[in-house]
């Protein structure tokens, strides 16, 4: 039987899940951010869904699809993510380009406002800024005869290229750029 008087207190961050130990102290933690607890188990990620709140689905692509939601701990409208993988490989990949992700702030580059496994469901669930507008695709189909002004060109490509080279100074590399 467990003693009540000696339980275990986990404490643990909102954005990984990550679990604070006994030499942290509670000057690491922001004011805004949220601190879930157990009484002894590991962190269940599956919790934090319960605070995000689907509203439509925005698109679909090889990796799993993306959605229109609300977050009820940011206060934002945000977009998630919800990719599937089937291996640990690609979850290890999938990772690791979100955490690189997670150490930008620019501008022309979404804001990753966390992310965390489901591994019940082999998913994992990104939530990032919610971007409202069109893709570029379709701004350039609604031009005349499917065609920028130059000058109109120069100012995307500057946004773009402005962006891909804060990514090299922080040595990342972007693999899938679609223009």
């Known amino acids: 039987m467990i003693n009540p008087y000696f339980l275990k ?55 799993g699809s993306v959605f229109l939601a609300d977050d009820d701990i940011t206060k934002d409208e945000v977009a998630i993510k919800v990719l599937n993988f089937s291996s640990s490989s690609n979850s290890h990949m999938i990772t690791k380009e979100i955490e690189a992700l997670g150490q930008l702030r620019h501008r022309g580059i979404v804001k990753l406002h966390d992310y965390f496994p489901l591994p019940k469901k082999q998913q994992l669930i990104v939530v990032m800024e919610y971007l409202k507008g069109k893709e570029l695709n379709d701004l350039w189909r609604a031009q005349p005869h499917r065609q920028f002004r130059e000058s109109h060109v120069y100012a995307l490509m500057m946004q773009m290229l402005n962006a891909v080279q804060y990514c090299h100074t922080r040595k990342v590399i972007h693999r899938d750029l679609k223009f």
Not at 38 to 51: K, T, V
């Open 9 to 63: 207190i986990r404490l643990f961050t909102l954005k990984g899940g990550c679990e604070l130990t006994n030499t942290d102290t509670m000057g690491s933690v922001s004011e805004q951010e949220y601190i879930f607890y157990s009484l002894g188990e590991d962190f269940d990620h599956g919790a934090r869904m319960e605070f995000i709140h689907k509203k439509a689905k925005l698109g679909e692509g090889g990796f």
